[in-house]
């Protein structure tokens, strides 16, 4: 889904960004680091996803940024042959925001951690969705800490017995995906780290979003939490991974007759469902629309954050001015308004000046 | 009313000369006094005195009102040669209330006139702030002061009765009635003060009209008021030649920011989080987008000051302003931009502290937090204005150190001077030295491999070059990880890590800055005494007052904190005693001690005020007459009162 399919304004999030007509491949975009995960890691994929799509965009290298904070994901700058910034824990949506403020003429691109996005960095990443700035915030999910040798995160199941909860973890976890709909984000997306197609057709639309976009990526820590989404892999996935596009009826799991799945979405008092497709009229299964705020939410919570029913692609894309669209306007409004050239001589004179001769 | 005035009788007996007045304005939070004080202020500086202002307010926004707690004053020195400080004590004592008048009569001398308004003298007005019976109906003040009862708010009222404003918000206009008294008395021209009120109150012309009347009404009172029998002239101050305006530090400062846009020619990003006593720079710069100013209200002290840190990424010249506490939040992104040798400006207003301290009032603590307040070995450049007026140099001057060594540059404000008013010598916009950010365009490895070396230092300077996104073929990534020297990547090696430590300190220690300049106007002190930030100011008043007094006394004043100036140890070398007085316990009193080894005496307040010149000269006199009880010891703990 791009911004064109919601019928939304033609300006999108690449527009100013110089474009090039050489091809360039993954290659182009992978520097001389060598990666340094541990093998099996999820990250691998997205990586390798990334520098897939990167190319794609048509724009060029050296205009595009990765600001990271930390955690094993935020070495993703490393690996690729762009700019980039490997910053401090949680706060790369704040270098990012003056970065995407200062200079339109980049496709910036945030990577983070479940533990560095939801928890140490909280706050700037509620801050930076409201604001709508435009870059592209990929939430490396695994829902445990890996750099630190695994702590359980903001994102574990209540009870996860690690480290440092022998007995297992007291507390909540964070809907991620509620939490960015909460914070007024207007793009929220997910995919599955070795879903490759699915993950870059997110990434597409998020970078032709203008704002701040949210990609939730599930992503698979095989030292920390083995396995955490294999449910949503195995052959016993189909009822559980609920892929959603705009503007059509919400249908997974099997192909049934009629060439969609054999489960469907319907509603459920203020909420949603999941029941057999041929259990209802076709008239009453749900069809995606990312404009619906309720929708999106409903849709973020179908089920407990126990994989049982998963959504995969985008909940929501709206149009909102950006803060860095707007906050440019106003200082070249300003400049209109002093005919180009402020007068600095007039600025330190002030109203009232006295001289004083030799 | 002051020792070193000399009342001249003129042809007009009426009319007396005074070489320098302190007046001070004193009334509830919502009496209006800092208003007051600052349009005061401006008359005094359109008519070309010379001035210095204090102005001192609660921490609450309304403070319960006639209590002690929501006192504010603002005191004004005016004179007609150049002065140093906002003055010790005032001549003239405005106080609005009966807690104004408790709060402050202690600091009136003997002598010293006293403008009451009696209306606020109520019974429970009175009670609230602890007098038994009412100072004004025994003889308890007029004894000692030049009493003059004002019923201001019934005056004001009856001034403004035709305009139709209700009893309460006439009233409101009785600071405007005070200001118009006091400006008859001291000659001052009205007329900024009446366009002034036009344009503040632009959108309501009949609170302009009720003001200016109120204004007018006071004026009319001292001119057929018999209880005011004289009035005081102070000739305009012979400073030196130039055009002058009247500045307070945030504003000075902000208008540095502004200019230091020019001289770099990069985009000035404002990263803040609203903090007192810093916020002012924050407003002041959002109005100047037409320089290209870009300000973002972030939504804490971090963010503020990581965009500021991404704008500089991008090639912007990021900036961040904050006092104290936000320091203690930003310290981690400063550290990173430490690491990342990338050009940031740090704006601290100090403000009393530890923890939220004294919002409102000074201080200067946080010099050792500039220093040392980060992880690991993060040294930054300092840099501390000492006068408001110094603010606007100070800016420029620091960014122009950041662009040049690419890195983080501190600059420690204070409240006293981030508030307080001068005289200043405007700058001719165009003689401010321009500095070349010097983007790198070109890859610049030395093996001719065409890759590009983001950590390869300029030989001079030792800094690392700036290529920022969008210029082709310098790709790079940069991080808070140690880094290779030259080659940039990621590096654990145990010696490379050392290198890059010293690298970092050696760029930092190797920043020119200028040499000290000792004033010793005999040529032959045997006593240093060394200053920075707003102790400016009182320092060398006091040492003005003992030379008057036949003393021999040199002063010096550390405007570059880091580094220090290469002939600081030559200088603390050359005095057999060295004095340094700070608003903190001893801050550089110890880093001198650490650096040269010198026996540096301290003295130390940390009252959230200014020192007095009284108190500083009496400082200095126990030293240069051996009377101090540390003046022949040979060493000192640093923290005396
Ligand atoms: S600890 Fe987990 S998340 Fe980190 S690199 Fe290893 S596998 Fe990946």
Redesign the interface.
């Known amino acids: 889904m791009t911004a064109t399919d919601l019928g939304l304004p033609s300006i999108g999030g690449l527009d100013g960004v110089?474009t090039t007509e050489d091809k360039q491949t993954a290659k182009d975009f992978t520097?001389d680091?060598e990666v340094r995960w541990c093998p099996g890691c999820g990250d691998y994929a997205v990586l390798a996803a990334v520098r897939q799509f990167l190319p794609t965009l048509g724009i060029?290298?050296?205009?595009?940024?990765f600001?990271s904070g930390?955690g094993c994901s935020s070495r993703f700058?490393?690996y690729?042959?762009?700019?980039?910034?490997?910053?401090?824990h949680g706060?790369a949506?704040?270098?990012?925001?003056?970065?995407?403020?200062?200079?339109p003429?980049?496709s910036v691109w945030v990577v983070t951690g479940d533990g560095d996005a939801l928890s140490i960095g909280g706050?700037?990443l509620i801050?930076a969705l409201r604001r709508n700035v435009n870059l592209k915030i990929l939430l490396f999910n695994n829902r445990i800490y890996g750099l630190t040798k695994g702590q359980y995160s903001p994102t574990s199941e209540v009870g996860k017995v690690t480290k440092s909860t022998p007995m297992g973890s007291l507390d909540h976890p964070f809907n991620p995906i509620s939490l960015a709909l909460g914070a007024e984000a207007t793009f929220v997306g997910r995919a599955l780290d070795s879903d490759r197609k699915s993950l870059t057709s997110v990434l597409g639309a998020a970078a032709a979003h203008r704002g701040s976009a949210l990609v939730e990526i599930f992503q698979d820590c095989p030292i920390f939490n083995d396995g955490s989404f294999d449910v949503l892999r195995k052959g016993e996935n189909e009822n559980r991974l609920i892929p959603v596009t705009h503007g059509e009826p919400i249908r997974f799991g099997a192909e049934g007759e009629d060439g969609l799945g054999s489960h469907a979405v319907v509603q459920k008092g203020f909420g949603l469902e999941v029941v057999e497709a041929a259990s209802v009229d076709p008239s009453q299964i749900v069809v995606h629309d990312g404009g619906d705020h309720e929708l999106a939410f409903a849709l973020s919570r179908l089920s407990d954050q126990d994989l049982t029913h998963t959504v995969t692609g985008i909940f929501r894309q709206v149009e909102r001015t950006t803060y860095d669209d707007a906050?440019?306007a106003?200082?070249q409004?300003?400049?209109d308004?002093?005919n180009g050239e402020?007068d600095?001589?007039k600025?330190?004179?002030?109203r009232?000046?006295?001289?004083?001769?030799? | 009313m002051t020792t070193s005035d000399t009342p001249v009788e003129t042809r007009d007996s009426q009319v007396v000369q005074r070489d320098r007045v302190v007046i001070r304005f004193a009334g509830d939070s919502g009496d209006g006094m800092q208003l007051t004080g600052d349009r005061f202020t401006s008359e005094t500086a359109n008519f070309g005195n010379d001035l210095s202002t204090l102005p001192n307010f609660p921490a609450e926004i309304r403070a319960p009102s006639g209590t002690l707690p929501g006192v504010s004053s603002f005191q004004l020195h005016f004179a007609n040669y150049d002065i140093l400080t906002p003055g010790d004590r005032p001549d003239v004592l405005v106080a609005m209330n009966p807690a104004a008048l408790k709060a402050n009569i202690a600091d009136l001398p003997q002598g010293g006139v006293l403008i009451v308004n009696t209306d606020e003298f109520t019974k429970r007005n009175l009670t609230k702030v602890g007098y038994e019976a009412n100072p004004l109906e025994d003889d308890s003040l007029e004894d000692r002061y030049a009493v003059h009862g004002v019923a201001m708010a019934t005056l004001t009222r009856g001034a403004l009765e035709e305009t139709g404003l209700s009893k309460k918000d006439a009233e409101r206009s009785k600071n405007m009635f005070a200001l118009g008294l006091l400006s008859w008395m001291y000659h001052r021209p009205s007329e900024s003060t009446e366009r002034f009120l036009r344009e503040k109150f632009a959108k309501r012309p009949d609170l302009a009209e009720a003001n200016i009347l109120a204004f007018r009404a006071g004026h009319a009172y001292g001119e057929t008021t018999e209880a005011f029998a004289v009035t005081y002239e102070v000739a305009p101050a012979k400073l030196a030649p130039g055009t002058y305006r009247q500045i307070t530090g945030n504003t000075a400062l902000s208008y540095g920011l502004v200019a230091a846009g020019r001289t770099t020619g990069l985009p000035v990003f404002l990263g803040s989080y609203p903090i007192t006593p810093a916020s002012d720079i924050l407003h002041e710069l959002s109005k100047h987008k037409a320089f290209g100013v870009t300000t973002f209200q972030a939504e804490d002290e971090i963010s503020g000051v990581g965009a500021a840190l991404g704008a500089a990424f991008g090639g912007a010249l990021g900036v961040t302003t904050t006092s104290g506490p936000g320091v203690a939040l930003k310290a981690e992104t400063v550290g990173l931009g430490v690491a990342l040798e990338l050009p940031l400006l740090v704006i601290d207003v100090q403000r009393g502290g530890p923890s939220t301290g004294l919002p409102t009032k000074t201080e200067q603590a946080d010099l050792l937090q500039a220093m040392f307040g980060r992880n690991g070995e993060a040294p930054l450049p300092i840099i501390a204005p000492c006068t408001p007026g110094d603010c606007f140099a100070a800016a420029v001057e620091a960014a122009a150190i950041a662009v040049k060594y690419r890195t983080p540059v501190m600059v420690l404000s204070d409240g006293a001077l981030a508030n307080g008013s001068e005289p200043w010598k405007v700058p001719d916009a165009d003689s401010l030295q321009p500095v070349d950010p010097g983007f790198a365009t070109e890859p610049n490895a030395p093996d001719g491999s065409g890759e590009f070396w983001p950590y390869l230092r300029d030989q001079d300077t030792l800094a690392r070059p700036w290529a920022i996104p969008g210029t082709a073929g310098l790709e790079h990534r940069i991080g808070g990880l140690e880094k290779a020297d030259g080659r940039g990547s990621i590096s654990y090696d145990p010696d490379n890590h050392d290198r890059m430590v010293r690298l970092r300190q050696a760029k930092i220690d190797g920043i020119e800055v200028p040499d000290l300049v000792v004033d010793d106007p005999h040529g032959d002190a045997d006593m240093l005494v060394i200053g920075w930030g707003s102790t400016y100011g009182p320092i060398n008043a006091a040492a003005r007052r003992v030379r008057t007094l036949g003393h021999h006394v040199a002063t010096v004043q550390i405007r570059n904190l880091n580094p220090m100036p290469a002939n600081l140890g030559e200088v603390l070398g050359s005095y057999s005693t060295v004095l340094c007085p700070e608003m903190n316990l001893g801050q550089l009193a110890m880093l001198l001690r650490a650096k040269h080894l010198v026996d540096v005496k301290s003295y130390t307040k940390v009252a959230g005020l200014p020192f007095g010149a009284e108190e500083l000269q009496d400082v200095f006199l126990d030293y240069l007459t051996g009377t101090h009880p540390h003046a022949t010891h040979a060493a000192t703990n640093g923290a005396q009162a």
């Open positions: 110089p520097s680091q060029k290298r050296e205009n595009t940024v600001v930390i700058p490393y690729l042959n762009t700019y980039g910034m490997h910053s401090i706060r949506p704040t270098i990012a925001t003056g970065l995407a403020t200062s200079r003429d980049l706050n700037h801050h906050a440019r106003q200082v409004q300003a400049k308004a002093a402020a600095l001589q600025l330190l004179d002030g009232d000046t006295w001289t004083i001769v030799a």
